[in-house]
């Protein structure tokens, strides 16, 4: 079983993702130390495809909540079905980036741990983007139950995460062994951090929101995502 994760590395995690936000979109268009060969980003793209069709036939429309919105990559696409869009992340980077780019009086951000924030309304939609994987082995029915919580009885749920692929990440990462939480990850600079990296599954995912009211179905292409959407019960 694994270890629990410190305080420390959930921190560590944080400034992470805050020093990585003017590189984060290498990662998401297969440039420079994530650029794996024709082949593999061909595969990448045409899953990206399948995930954004998922998402746009499930149609997530008025007040959505967006967790760890990041620099845009759904954002953009959430804003032009939203009445509201509020997006919360715990990069203050993160959020300046989505801000310039996405630039509209829908969307309101939130500079908030994701662990910890609680809103004072309820959403129509609830969507997030690979952030799952980095919530503790420990933690993800209390925070499933969270997002059970700030949805309206038959509001919608879509997310997108990391299935466990090694060529998913830069070349110079190495995958976690699978029965620990905690991987190294480095910026261009050369920078190290420790980080907290998850790999749910697509058969465990589904009994898992069922317990917090949640209906899912969740859908698993051939090699670098799976996506889930559903209801609240």
Partial sequence: MSDLVS??????MRSYYNERAREYDEWFYC???????PKLNACWFAEVEEVVAALEVWNLEGDILELAPGTWLWTER???T?????????S????????????????????????TWRPDRLYD?????????HVPLERPD????SVTGVLRPGGKLFFVDSRREPTSTAADHQLSEPDSQVMTRILND??????MKNFYGPDDLPSRCLRAGLEVTVRDPATYFLYGYGIRR
Avoid: K
């Avoid at 305080?7 to 560590?12: A, D, I, V």
């Avoid at 801000?99 to 309101?108: I, L, M």
């Avoid at 209390?142 to 139950?145: C, G, N």
């Avoid at 050369?190 to 980080?195: K, L, V």
């Fill in 7 to 12: 305080r420390q590395t959930l921190q560590e």
């Fill in 31 to 37: 440039r420079g130390r994530y650029d794996r060969g």
């Fill in 78 to 80: 959430l804003v032009h």
């Fill in 82 to 90: 939203a009445s509201t869009l509020t997006a919360v992340d715990a």
């Fill in 92 to 115: 203050d980077e993160m959020i300046a980036i989505n801000r310039a780019r996405v630039h509209s009086e829908r969307v309101a951000y939130v500079l908030g741990d994701l662990f």
């Fill in 125 to 133: 939609a609830v969507f997030f983007g690979f952030w799952l994987s």
């Fill in 142 to 145: 209390a925070l499933l139950s």
């Fill in 190 to 195: 050369g920078r190290t951090f420790e980080i």
